[in-house]
């Protein structure tokens, strides 16, 4: 048997993620070793595993997503010829308060400490499941719980982060207010509060709810002369009218845009307005 | 990185798509519309299967699309054809959104290494259509046994390991891994007889 043969059953587990972590790890100990043949059946398997995306079923893109991506590429088009423009992608993954960095530390600690703990369960379990069949379901169901335990703490990372983002918009002195009055309807004002790095947050209390399933949506009006409104994101307010939104990646740099206003559109939103502004506020 | 010493023979004409690829390096618009146009909808199909919310899916699909249009220079379609290289990219972010992987921890990890994931199509494959190529693999895929296509769909779409969908199935690992193995071997047998 050559070293090849033992991983020949693993090419099609891998490039399907499906790979358990010491198989995955034997097979890419031996792909580093620069072995072509190995290499060039992973990638044959890639192609094959990719063919099940056509397994999905059939569904369309929205108008929207299409008028918003290609803004935002005409936009960074426009800014590749001219000057250099910092993107909303740099601009979110630029420093962070010690605040929510010690709290990431904190939980990256905990995250480390699950896995050292789980890892070390694991090689338990492995020897013993070279003696029987039995003690091989028990790792399965180990590993089971151990993947349960990483995605409950994902979940609570990402609520974490949510909330301190918003935290941080509200209460950074460095965030823009923004107050929207209604336009010719009988409705409280909304506030938007806008942060360089951490986004939009938008707030609206007692707001009438829009007729059949339509929705609100928030528009950003750039400065550039003849810039057109960029859609920004959708809500319906609670049975009460209220609503708390947050957009984390503005499509536009807050000091490139004039105004925000929102607009009443139906279900799923618009590339572009149809309706007249019902709210509109100017950046101060 | 060692996949780079790996380049596979090209023996097939530069493919439109790559072309198209090739004109976003000069901030080509039109060239990214139309690559939008021809696989918005396969891309946003696969991410709605996987992340089952439209509005979670629309970000992950405008993600992939920025990504493509940031990064288009990474890709080489020397190592490789440009569609599968772009369902195996909006399979990964589905499924870190799906895991609800959060923005610093996609930082932590090495993310550019997937644009240089070498998918290399075997010499049976010929260019079909999306539709065609659609309905040949659902064809083959329906074709196994329920608890077999359960198995690889747990595996592709929700991104489970063996051992995790031996859980889900309360299935021995040994007939899991049989299971998934198996059917990926004959959706390439089928495949390959059907060209």
Same mark, same amino acid.
């Given at each position: 048997m050559t070293n090849c043969d033992q991983f020949r059953e693993m090419y099609e587990a891998y490039a399907l993620g499906a790979l358990d972590p010491p198989e995955r790890t034997a097979l890419e100990a031996h792909l580093a070793t620069g072995c072509a043949e190995c290499a060039k059946s992973v990638a044959e398997a890639r192609w094959l595993v990719s063919q099940l995306a056509y397994l999905a079923p059939e569904a369309a893109t929205s108008d929207m997503l299409k008028g918003r991506l290609m803004q935002a590429v005409r936009s960074e088009a426009k800014s590749k010829s001219s000057s250099p423009v910092v993107t909303a992608a740099s601009t979110t993954s630029s420093g962070i308060p010690y605040w929510l960095s010690a709290g990431i530390a904190a939980l990256l600690l905990l995250t480390l400490y699950f896995a050292w703990d789980a890892h070390r369960l694991r090689d338990e379990l492995r020897a013993a499941n070279e003696r029987n069949q039995r003690t091989e379901q028990l790792v399965a169901s180990a590993e089971g719980e151990y993947a349960a335990t990483q995605r409950k703490l994902a979940v609570m990372e990402e609520q974490m982060a949510k909330m301190h983002r918003e935290n941080a918009i509200l209460t950074d002195p460095a965030s823009v207010k923004i107050m929207l009055a209604a336009q010719k309807i009988r409705a409280p004002q909304m506030v938007a509060m806008?942060?360089?790095?951490? @986004?939009?947050? *938008?707030? @609206?209390?007692?707001?009438?709810? %829009?007729?059949? =399933? $339509?929705? *609100?949506?928030?528009? *950003?009006?750039?400065?550039?002369? @003849?810039?057109?409104?960029?859609?920004?994101?959708?809500? $319906? %307010?609670?049975? =009460?009218g209220n609503f708390v939104i947050l957009v984390a990646n503005p499509p536009v740099a807050g000091s490139d845009t004039k105004a925000l206003a929102i607009t009443e559109e139906p279900a799923g939103g618009s590339s572009a307005p149809t309706t007249a502004p019902k709210w509109v506020g100017a950046m101060t | 990185m060692f996949l780079a010493a790996f380049s596979p023979k090209d023996d097939r004409k530069a493919s439109p798509d790559a072309a198209l690829v090739r004109l976003l390096l000069q901030n080509d618009v039109a060239a990214f519309e139309k690559l939008y146009d021809k696989y918005s909808r396969i891309v946003y199909s696969l991410v709605l299967r996987i992340v089952q919310q439209s509005g979670p899916a629309e970000e992950v699909v405008q993600d992939v699309f920025l990504q493509l249009w940031r990064n288009s220079a990474q890709y080489d379609a020397a190592r490789g054809p440009f569609v599968p290289w772009l369902l195996t990219l909006a399979r990964n972010r589905a499924l870190d959104t799906l895991r609800l992987k959060s923005e610093r921890q996609r930082r932590l990890e090495n993310q550019t290494d997937e644009l240089f994931s070498v998918v290399v199509a075997p010499q049976y494959e010929k260019e079909l259509d999306e539709k065609r190529r659609a309905e040949r693999v659902r064809s083959l895929v329906g074709e196994l046994n329920p608890q077999q296509k359960r198995a690889i769909e747990l595996a592709y779409f929700q991104g489970l390991s063996h051992s995790e969908i031996a859980a889900e199935l309360k299935e021995p690992l040994g007939t899991v891994k049989s299971w998934i193995r198996n059917g990926l071997i004959r959706l390439k047998e089928g495949l390959r007889t059907a060209t």
């Open positions: 806008w942060h360089a790095k951490y @986004g939009i947050v *938008l707030t @609206g209390q007692k707001v009438p709810m %829009p007729s059949g =399933n $339509r929705v *609100l949506q928030l528009w *950003l009006i750039p400065k550039a002369p @003849g810039g057109k409104p960029m859609p920004a994101m959708t809500v $319906r %307010p609670d049975a =009460n | -």
